[in-house]
T-cell receptor, first 115, second 112 residues
Framework: GAVVSQHPSWVICKSGTSVKIECRSLDFQATTMFWYRQFPKQSLMLMATSNEGSKATYEQGVEKDKFLINHASLTLSTLTVTSAHPEDSSFYIC???????????FGPGTRLTVL | GESVGLHLPTLSVQEGDNSIINCAYSNSASDYFIWYKQESGKGPQFIIDIRSNMDKRQGQRVTVLLNKTVKHLSLQIAATQPGDSAVYFCAEGGNQGGKLIFGQGTELSVKP
């Protein structure tokens, strides 16, 4: 149990376009989802915390207008990278939690490459 | 504060040896600690966790030790196997909103 999926697993886009990444909890209801970004050879950096039905809480330094997060249901959260630039190329990972403070279950990640 | 890694420390061990991976955490208020394994191109995989009211917890071939006095966490892997080769991250939780703060990670390389 506690499986989290992400789609797509990888995406290549042109600079200036927008890309949407989906995060789904497949066998549990996720009241909270988290979005992380990971650059090569570095740690996971939390971007934002998303609670179902409410606005996401962004970490300091993360542009909320550039990284749009929607958590419209208890099993789906989406991250849209708007007007992507090459420096947005990274590995984006989501995690889901059934309750605040409980264990986070991680998705397999999405590799974004912006040309 | 948050831990940010500029590069990954590496640990190279011989197959069959024991591995010890260390982590220093930052927040004295953290009361939940987790070790994750991340293979190349994949998401983190839960290994073992420990609450702050414990100083040791054992799993299958893995042991986590917690020293709250010096804010130090370690992961011991017994009889390390080639399949254990990966990057290992510690994470601290119990903070606001269920957030996790990840350490910089250690790359474990197991020589056959």
């Amino acid at each position: 149990g506690a499986v989290v999926s992400q789609h797509p697993s990888w995406v290549i886009c042109k600079s200036g376009t927008s890309v949407k990444i989906e995060c789904r909890s497949l066998d549990f209801q996720a009241t909270t989802m988290f979005w992380y970004r990971q650059f090569p050879k570095q740690s996971l950096m939390l971007m934002a915390t998303s609670n179902e039905g409410s606005k996401a809480t962004y970490e300091q330094g993360v542009e909320k207008d550039k990284f749009l997060i929607n958590h419209a249901s208890l099993t789906l959260s989406t991250l849209t990278v708007t007007s992507a630039h090459p420096e947005d190329s990274s590995f984006y990972i989501c995690s889901a939690s059934g309750q605040v403070g409980n264990e986070q279950f991680f998705g397999p990640g999405t590799r974004l490459t912006v040309l | 504060g948050e831990s940010v890694g500029l590069h990954l420390p590496t640990l190279s061990v011989q197959e069959g040896d024991n591995s010890i991976i260390n982590c220093a955490y930052s927040n004295s208020a953290s009361d939940y600690f987790i070790w994750y394994k991340q293979e190349s191109g994949k998401g983190p995989q839960f290994i073992i966790d420990i609450r702050s009211n414990m100083d040791k917890r054992q799993g299958q071939r893995v042991t986590v030790l917690l020293n709250k006095t010096v804010k130090h966490l370690s992961l011991q892997i017994a009889a390390t196997q080639p399949g254990d080769s990966a990057v290992y991250f510690c994470a601290e939780g119990g903070n606001q909103g269920g957030k996790l703060i990840f350490g910089q990670g250690t790359e474990l390389s197991v020589k056959p």
